[in-house]
Nanobody
Framework: VQLVESGGGSVQTGGSLRLSCATS????????FGWFRQVPGQEREVVAE??????MEYAAAVQGRFFISKDNAKNVYLQMTNLEVEDTALYIC????????????YGQGTQVTVVS
């Protein structure tokens, strides 16, 4: 499974960004996807997940501001709105078989920087 993120950049507080994750290398439909973020010196944290039936979950810190989605072309998106300085991080797309707990596949990430 290959995952390639795009769409990161620098934005002012209150702004929006849409991240994309192009996925490939699989045909099985039972994959779940997630977006993680990583700040240097801190643990990687999951911010949004979507399962193979389209059910979504969000971290409390982004609930109501971030929205995860996917399309039939195997792309996974993260729409981020009302961005805060604390959202600055490397955003990483991840994939796993839905029946397992841990994510097995990660992309390289795309940097999001929010400035005041």
């Amino acid at each position: 499974v290959q995952l390639v993120e795009s769409g990161g950049g620098s934005v002012q507080t209150g702004g929006s960004l849409r991240l994309s994750c192009a996925t490939s290398g699989y045909t099985y439909t039972g994959f779940c996807f997630g977006w993680f973020r990583q700040v240097p010196g801190q643990e990687r944290e999951v911010v949004a997940e979507i399962d193979n039936r389209g059910n979504m979950e969000y971290a409390a810190a982004v609930q109501g501001r971030f929205f995860i989605s996917k399309d039939n072309a195997k792309n996974v998106y993260l729409q981020m709105t009302n961005l805060e300085v604390e959202d600055t991080a490397l955003y990483i797309c991840a994939a796993k078989l839905c029946q397992v707990v841990y994510y097995a596949y990660y992309g390289q990430g795309t940097q999001v920087t929010v400035v005041s």
